[in-house]
C-alpha cells in the first residue's frame, strides 16, 4: 500500500512541472510542508500471548496469536534478544551453535522462572524459535522461548490447552512428575505408566541433574556416569547416605533429551528411583533408610 501511495505522488508531481505554475492557493514547494515519515520498524513478537500452532520459524505471516484462556498449543513466556557474535551471522542460528546455545539457556532460565521449577519436572517442552531468514537479514534479533504442555513422559505430542502456564509447577501440579509403575519388557523399559503415589507403583521421580557438556555420542556410551549421578539425586530426595549401598537401595531410570535438543543446548537428564521387588505404596520423599532400606 505504501508503494502505491509513494507512485501516486511522484506521478502528480511530474504533472505540475508540466504546468510551469502552481494553482491558486496552492504552495508550489509540495514536500515542505509534510511531516517526515516515521523510519520503518521490524516486527517482534509479544510475550505473555498464545498461539494455537507450533512454530519452529517465526513468520510474521503465521502469526496469529491468540488469548490464553482460548484453546492453544502453545504460550511464548519469555522474548530474549540475540547479541554479540551470534547476532553478526548472516542467517539464523542452526542447531549446535553456540548462538542457539546462548538462547536455549535463557529460555531455560527464565521459562524455570515463570513456571516455578525446573520445566522439566513435569509436563511440558520449550522451544526456542528465531525469526524467519529474510526479517533475519532485515535485522531482526529476537527469539521466543515457546512453552507447551507434552501427553506424558513418553508421548510427546503437544496437548491442547485453556489457560497460561505461568506458575504451571508450583506447588501441587497435575503437570508435575510424580510416581510411575514402569512398564518392562524383556528386561527393557517401554513405558512410564503415571501413578497416583498412593497407588501400588515401582518408581518415582526424583529430579533433574545437568549432564556435563560432551557430545551427544559421548553421552550415550557413558550411561553409567548418568546412572551414578541420578543416585545422588535417590539419596538427596530420600535422604539416605550417597555411599556404595546406594546400589542396594535402589535401581535408576533415567530419560535423556533427544540428539536434535541435545545439540540445541537442553543437558536435562531426567531421574528416577526404581524399586523391582516390591510395591510401594506412598512417595519416598524424606523417607530415610526405613522407607527404602539397603536390600
Request: aromatic share 8%; proline share 5%.
Amino acid at each position: 500500500m505504501r508503494r502505491w501511495w509513494t507512485a501516486a505522488v511522484v506521478g502528480t508531481v511530474a504533472v505540475l512541472g508540466l504546468a510551469g505554475c502552481a494553482p491558486a492557493g496552492l504552495d508550489a514547494e509540495l514536500t515542505d510542508d509534510w511531516p517526515t515519515l516515521a523510519a520503518a520498524e521490524a516486527f517482534v513478537p509479544d510475550a505473555g500471548v498464545c498461539h494455537l500452532a507450533i512454530a519452529d520459524v517465526g513468520y510474521l505471516s503465521a502469526y496469529s496469536p491468540v488469548q490464553c484462556g482460548e484453546s492453544h498449543r502453545t504460550e511464548t513466556l519469555h522474548l530474549g534478544t540475540l547479541s554479540g557474535a551470534a547476532a553478526q551471522r548472516s542467517t539464523p542460528p542452526p542447531a549446535g551453535s553456540v548462538g542457539l546455545r546462548a538462547a536455549r539457556t535463557e529460555c531455560d532460565r527464565e521459562v524455570n522462572k515463570a513456571v516455578g521449577a525446573d520445566w522439566r519436572t513435569g509436563r511440558l517442552s520449550v522451544d526456542v524459535v528465531f525469526p524467519s531468514p529474510a526479517a533475519w537479514t532485515g535485522g531482526a534479533r529476537w527469539f521466543r522461548c515457546d512453552v507447551s504442555e507434552i501427553a506424558s513422559l513418553d508421548d510427546p505430542a503437544i496437548s491442547l490447552r485453556e489457560g497460561s502456564l505461568r506458575d504451571a509447577l508450583k506447588g501441587t501440579s497435575k503437570l508435575a512428575y510424580g510416581c510411575f509403575d514402569p512398564k518392562v519388557v524383556k528386561e527393557d523399559i517401554e513405558e512410564m505408566l503415571p501413578k497416583a503415589c498412593t497407588a501400588k507403583h515401582h518408581a518415582e521421580f526424583v529430579g533433574v541433574y545437568q549432564a556435563p557438556d560432551i557430545s551427544y555420542a559421548e553421552f550415550t556410551r557413558t550411561t553409567l556416569r548418568a546412572h551414578k549421578d541420578c543416585r545422588k539425586l535417590i539419596a538427596s530426595y530420600v535422604k539416605v547416605p550417597n555411599n556404595s549401598d546406594m546400589q542396594y537401595r535402589a535401581g535408576t531410570i533415567f530419560y535423556h533429551p533427544f540428539e536434535e535438543e541435545w545439540k540445541s543446548g537442553n543437558r536435562g537428564v531426567q531421574c528416577f528411583l526404581w524399586v523391582s521387588d516390591r510395591s510401594l505404596t506412598r512417595s519416598l520423599k524424606g523417607a530415610g533408610s526405613k522407607g527404602l532400606p539397603v536390600r
